[in-house]
């Protein structure tokens, strides 16, 4: 079955800085990778997501590129503020199904 | 702005002891999911329904869990017996129709405790 690899665990950043987050995916055949975004004591909240016949999306300060050839995704956040920390998740759909494998998750924190 | 709802928020229980939560979705998804998310890592899948139907509960231990979502609206999973490494938070979600990847909401979670 599927399974979801993310990097790093924890990263911090000066506000105004950039933050990248990688996944990697085992499944070629899946066809659809989300971002979630939980603050501490809240519900996990959609972000951003790609779908595998996009290479790159982006929207505001967020932005999520797909590397399906090497079976990889990033989240790129620039010009992060103190609000951006969170936990991070990736998640990838297999093809034809609903259900979402999520990665282990990257907590951020953005020092003012 | 309509929410997936959740309860308890909050429980603690001794082992062997049994435990239920209940899920709300947003009113018209016809797509339900509990997941269970272990502190420090991710969301992990233990049934899917759409409608009443079980879509997938190949990840559901199904000696002690059981869920079901009798009217295709709102959903109870059950824990019978309740063991230790049961203790982990329990969230649904929801989404508007399958087979579609549709946008999941998330509701608050259930934090269970099992002493």
């Known amino acids: 079955g599927e399974n979801v690899e993310q990097h790093p665990s924890t990263l911090s950043v000066q506000e105004g800085d950039s933050a990248v987050i990688k996944c990697t995916y085992s499944?070629?055949?899946?066809?659809?990778f989300p971002w979630y975004k939980q603050e501490l004591g809240k519900r996990p909240q959609l972000i951003i997501d790609?779908?595998?016949?996009?290479g790159e999306k982006k929207d505001q300060r967020i932005a999520v590129t797909l590397n399906k050839t090497a079976k990889h995704f990033s989240l790129h956040i620039t010009e992060t503020q103190p609000e951006d920390s969170a936990v991070y998740f990736c998640?990838?759909?297999?093809?034809?199904?609903?259900?979402?494998?999520f990665g282990t998750g990257t907590r951020l924190q953005v020092f003012p | 702005e309509a929410e997936v709802a959740q309860s308890p928020r909050y429980k603690i229980t001794e082992k062997s002891q049994a435990v239920a939560f209940w899920c709300d979705p947003i009113?018209?998804?016809?797509?339900l999911y509990w997941y269970r998310q272990i502190l420090g890592q991710g969301p992990e899948l233990l049934v899917q329904?759409?409608?009443?139907?079980?879509?997938?509960d190949s990840q559901l231990p199904k000696d002690r869990f059981s869920a079901e979502r009798l009217k295709g609206v709102d959903s109870t999973l059950k824990i019978q017996p309740a063991e230790l490494g049961d203790s982990a938070m329990y969230l649904c979600?929801?989404?508007?129709?399958?087979?579609?990847?549709?946008?999941?909401?998330f509701g608050p979670g259930t934090r269970l405790t099992v002493l």
């Open positions: 998640a990838a759909s297999p093809l034809n199904t609903d259900k979402l494998i």
């Open positions: 009113s018209g998804h016809a797509t």
């Open positions: 329904f759409q409608d009443e139907s079980v879509v997938d």
């Open positions: 790609i779908r595998s016949n996009v």
């Open positions: 499944d070629s055949a899946s066809n659809y």
């Open positions: 979600a929801s989404s508007f129709a399958v087979g579609r990847n549709n946008e999941q909401f």
